[in-house]
Nanobody, 124 residues
Framework: EVQLQASGGGLVQAGGSLRLACAAS????????IGWFRQAPGKEREGVSCINADGRIFYARSVKGRFTISSDNAKNTVYLEMNSLMPEDTAVYYC??????????????????WGQGTLVTVSS
């Protein structure tokens, strides 16, 4: 069974940086996608960034150029480096894994596993 443990959220001023980490036990890179979703107050959950099973990386348009996803396969951990944070990035961020495939033009499938959320608050 896949278990995801997210960490790294917090309070930061606009323009600042945070790094989220997701420790994924029972997950094998290349079998499924893994990445980050977020849900802001009053909004639907949205995909932020992911590493698809084929290695292709997806970024939501709103975070391109500011966020970077990476993985350490030896540690089975996925990171989300968030720079130039803006108040609109405030949300609960969730790590997720499963049979989904996201590109700029495709949203296919859905995660099968979710980690607990970690709150990111960006103050103006």
């Amino acid at each position: 069974e896949v278990q995801l443990q997210a960490s790294g959220g917090g309070l930061v001023q606009a323009g600042g940086s945070l790094r989220l980490a997701c420790a994924a036990s029972g997950f094998t890179f290349g079998d499924d996608a893994i990445g980050w979703f977020r849900q802001a107050p009053g909004k639907e959950r949205e995909g932020v960034s992911c590493i698809n099973a084929d290695g292709r990386i997806f970024y939501a348009r709103s975070v391109k150029g500011r966020f970077t996803i990476s993985s350490d396969n030896a540690k089975n951990t996925v990171y989300l480096e968030m720079n130039s944070l803006m108040p609109e990035d405030t949300a609960v961020y969730y790590c997720a894994a499963g049979p989904f495939y996201y590109t700029d033009y495709v949203r296919s499938g859905r995660p099968a596993y979710w980690g607990q959320g970690t709150l990111v608050t960006v103050s103006s």
